[in-house]
C-alpha cells in the first residue's frame, strides 16, 4: 500500500467516524481534524492526489479535503481540536499530528 493509499483510507476512516457522530457536521468535522492532527506534509499530499482526481476519496472526505485548500484556517468542532490549539506556547502545547 503506497503512502497515498495509506492517506486516502485514514481519510475515509476519519470521515465515516464523524458522519456517524454527526452526519450534518461530518465535512467540517472532518477538515477540522485534518487541518489541526495531520502533519503539513500529509495535507499537501492528500490535496495533490484530490488534484489528480481523488481516487478512492468517498464523498465526505473528498469535500473535508478540499476545504484543506483554502486559506482559512478551521475554527474546532471537537473536543480534541479544542484541546490541541496546536502550538499555542501560552497554554504549554505544543502542535499534535497524525504522523508518525
Same mark, same amino acid.
Given at each position: 500500500?503506497?503512502?497515498?493509499?495509506?492517506?486516502?483510507?485514514?481519510? /475515509? %476512516? $476519519?470521515?465515516? +467516524?464523524?458522519? /456517524? %457522530?454527526? *452526519?450534518?457536521?461530518?465535512?467540517?468535522?472532518?477538515?477540522?481534524?485534518?487541518?489541526?492532527?495531520?502533519? *503539513?506534509?500529509?495535507?499537501?499530499? $492528500?490535496?495533490?492526489?484530490?488534484?489528480? @482526481? =481523488?481516487?478512492?476519496?468517498? +464523498?465526505?472526505?473528498?469535500?473535508?479535503?478540499?476545504?484543506? =485548500?483554502?486559506?482559512?484556517? *478551521?475554527? *474546532?468542532?471537537? %473536543?480534541?481540536?479544542?484541546? /490541541?490549539? @496546536?502550538?499555542?506556547?501560552?497554554? =504549554?502545547?505544543?502542535?499534535?499530528?497524525?504522523? =508518525?
Amino acid at each position: 500500500m503506497s503512502t497515498t493509499d495509506k492517506l486516502v483510507y485514514m481519510a /475515509n %476512516q $476519519i470521515a465515516r +467516524e464523524f458522519a /456517524n %457522530q454527526r *452526519p450534518h457536521e461530518a465535512v467540517d468535522a472532518t477538515w477540522d481534524h485534518l487541518w489541526h492532527f495531520w502533519d *503539513p506534509r500529509m495535507r499537501e499530499m $492528500i490535496l495533490a492526489h484530490l488534484s489528480a @482526481g =481523488g481516487d478512492g476519496l468517498a +464523498e465526505t472526505a473528498r469535500a473535508a479535503v478540499a476545504k484543506l =485548500g483554502e486559506p482559512v484556517e *478551521p475554527r *474546532p468542532r471537537t %473536543q480534541a481540536t479544542k484541546f /490541541n490549539r @496546536g502550538g499555542d506556547p501560552d497554554e =504549554g502545547r505544543n502542535s499534535m499530528s497524525d504522523a =508518525g
